[in-house]
């Protein structure tokens, strides 16, 4: 049965623009965006890798235009050594681009944001902000949303993109289901121009491994360059891991203040000219912000089954507020690029009579979206420990062993590619045309 045509979208972050972009451009339904913050704070952040898995979505997205004058497009990572020497190259974009056309961008968070907001003028998608939901009605057959201005909207279809702490996730689908707090945080800042930065490399993540944490830099679009020191912090006395907003708040400017102060001593641990530069960076910022990072715990419901009689469910989870990952793989956005194109997939399926039920499209989506998931959050478990504390001696092994690895590599003419991973080059739209074995 077709009875798609409005669709409520919650969150107007990546996963809520980029589904509302895909739906009206491939399904031909008419998406509204209820965001709860004002146009000017909705797309705060710092900056976010994207691999070719998900530049590759963006481009069918056919954001193409939009996003690449406001990206940089990153060839390798460089590490260091906390003496300042090289310890490895590693090109992270060359086989990818190869395979797939389609390289690794970094883009400001806010600039990914106006990007797609970009998008949805083409389609004239309304966007309300300053908009938050007190009660969600899924009926079988509709689903209504009441906002605390007291205004309702109804349609067959609701998307939950409201991100890790999502309120329709709280209200509706999985009240059960709260964030864990990973034991780690990042203080970062984007810096506007330095004038120690070398002129060619416009190109290159950077990086250095310390006994308490990692420090990283990547250039953005323009002149500018993010910075970020990612490092374990445990949670404040006094607060369990499900506070998570109000627990932090309170706490927010000591732990960033303790941060920065533990920044500044590992700053006086590096050395060289990369020293100089990290310190130059960090000197120049002006507006350090703190992030603790927080995963969803696997397993949680991304769809609430319909008790109605021949009802169906109508309110589906995606992005973040479905599976948010720690940030440490840099997927969090090509998952839910992912997400938005497997969806218009199998609703495309629905509207030519292939599925009966949008419970059967949910439950095809939640099948075939687990083991990625899964596969991704151990990536992210994985990375997230490099970022722990460790004894000086464990990185000093760290360091010989890169440092030995470029040079045998350099010995053989050969680059290092060791991050090129099937991850990448994962293509989600391949998954439309397997066989639904369990369904
Ligand atoms: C420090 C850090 C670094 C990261 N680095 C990377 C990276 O390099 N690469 C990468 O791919 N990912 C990265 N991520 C993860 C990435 O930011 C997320 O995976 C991505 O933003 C998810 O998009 P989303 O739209 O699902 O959720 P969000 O980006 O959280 O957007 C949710 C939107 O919903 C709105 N909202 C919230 N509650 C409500 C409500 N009740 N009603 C209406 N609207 C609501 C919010 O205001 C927001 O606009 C990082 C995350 C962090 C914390």
Redesign the pocket.
């Known amino acids: 049965m077709y009875d798609l045509q409005k669709v409520i979208i919650?969150?107007?972050?990546?996963?809520?623009?980029?589904a509302a972009i895909r739906l009206a451009q491939h399904n031909k339904l008419n998406p509204v965006i209820?965001?709860?913050?004002n146009p000017e704070?909705?797309?705060i952040?710092?900056?976010?890798?994207?691999?070719a898995n998900?530049v590759r979505i963006l481009h069918r997205l056919d954001l193409w235009n939009i996003i690449l004058p406001r990206s940089v497009d990153i060839t390798k990572t460089v590490l260091h050594s906390t003496s300042g020497s090289v310890l490895s190259e590693v090109d992270i974009a060359s086989e990818a681009k190869q395979r797939t056309g389609f390289g690794y961008l970094?883009i400001n968070?806010v600039d990914l944001?106006e990007c797609l907001r970009e998008g949805t003028q083409k389609y004239q998608i309304p966007i309300h902000y300053d908009?938050?939901?007190t009660s969600i009605d899924d009926r079988g057959d509709s689903v209504t949303v009441t906002f605390s201005d007291g205004t309702s909207d109804t349609a067959s279809l609701l998307l939950g993109?409201?991100?890790?702490?999502?309120?329709?996730r709280k209200m509706h689908v999985d009240p059960g289901v709260a964030p864990v707090y990973s034991g780690i945080s990042?203080i970062?800042s984007i810096v506007d121009d330095v004038i120690n930065r070398d002129p060619n490399d416009t190109d290159c993540l950077h990086s250095t491994i310390t006994p308490h944490g990692m420090l990283a830099t990547a250039p953005c679009a323009g002149k500018q360059i993010f910075w970020?020191f990612s490092k374990e912090v445990p949670l404040p006395k006094g607060t369990s891991s499900a506070d998570v907003r109000d627990g932090w708040l309170l706490h927010r400017q000591k732990e960033l203040a303790d941060c920065r102060s533990s920044l500044s001593n590992v700053l006086d641990c590096v050395h060289g000219q990369w020293g100089e530069y990290l310190r130059q960076l960090v000197d120049a910022s002006r507006d350090v912000h703190f992030?603790p990072?927080?995963r969803l715990p696997l397993g949680g419901r991304w769809f609430l089954p319909s008790d109605a009689p021949q009802g169906s469910p109508r309110v589906l989870l995606?992005?973040?507020?479905a599976h948010?990952?720690q940030?440490h793989?840099?997927?969090?956005?090509?998952?839910?690029l992912e997400d938005v194109l497997l969806l218009s997939g199998l609703l495309a399926q629905y509207q030519a009579g292939d599925c009966t039920t949008l419970g059967e499209v949910f439950g095809r989506f939640d099948r075939l979206r687990r083991p990625r998931i899964q596969r991704i959050n151990e990536v992210a478990l994985r990375n997230g420990r490099m970022r722990r504390n460790q004894s000086p001696w464990s990185v000093w092994c760290k360091e010989w062993y890169m440092w030995i690895m470029l040079h045998v590599n350099r010995f053989w003419g050969m680059s290092m590619s060791g991050v090129l991973n099937g991850d990448v080059l994962y293509d989600v739209e391949a998954e439309l045309k397997q066989p639904d074995r369990d369904g």
């Open positions: 919650i969150g107007g972050g990546p996963t809520g623009l980029a209820y965001e709860l913050r704070t909705a797309g952040g710092g900056s976010l890798g994207i691999p998900g970094r968070r944001v908009k938050k939901v993109c409201d991100g890790i702490h999502s309120a329709v990042a970062s970020f992030y990072h927080y995606m992005g973040d507020a948010a990952v940030p793989a840099g997927q969090g956005v090509a998952l839910a």
